[in-house]
Structure formats: C-alpha cells, structure tokens
C-alpha cells in the first residue's frame, strides 16, 4: 500500500526541503516569508492526510 504513494512522497518531500531553505534563508518569492514557512509545513499535512485517507478507505484484506 505505500508503494502506491511513492511518488506522492517524493513530490510532497521535495517541495518541504524546498520550502524550509527557502524559509531559513529568507527568501520571500513573492508569498512573503510567512508563505515560506507553510510551503515548508503544508506537504507532511498533505501527506499525513493522503495515508489517512488510504488506510481507512483500503478493504480488510489489505487491497485497495
């Protein structure tokens, strides 16, 4: 079943190292540091809530 998000994580994971460089040095792109800081928290909500959703969607066996 984590198989299937692979790509998800990565993608989620790539854009909160993103976000916490950018945030820690205080580049603003425009959102302001504060769109920093949420561009750096926001995907392992994003995430957390995408697990959730599979788990508690997924059959008893264990397939989707």
């Known amino acids: 079943m984590l198989g299937s998000i692979r790509g998800l994580s990565l993608a989620l994971g790539l854009t ?4 916490t460089v950018l ?8 959102f302001g540091v504060g ?5 750096a928290v926001f995907p392992l909500l994003l995430w ?3 697990l959730g959703v599979r788990l508690v969607t997924r059959q008893p066996d264990g397939r989707r």
């Open 48 to 50: 957390t809530v995408e």
């Open 16 to 19: 909160g190292v993103a976000g």
């Open 23 to 30: 945030f820690l040095a205080q580049v603003a792109l425009g």
């Open 35 to 39: 769109g920093m800081e949420r561009l």
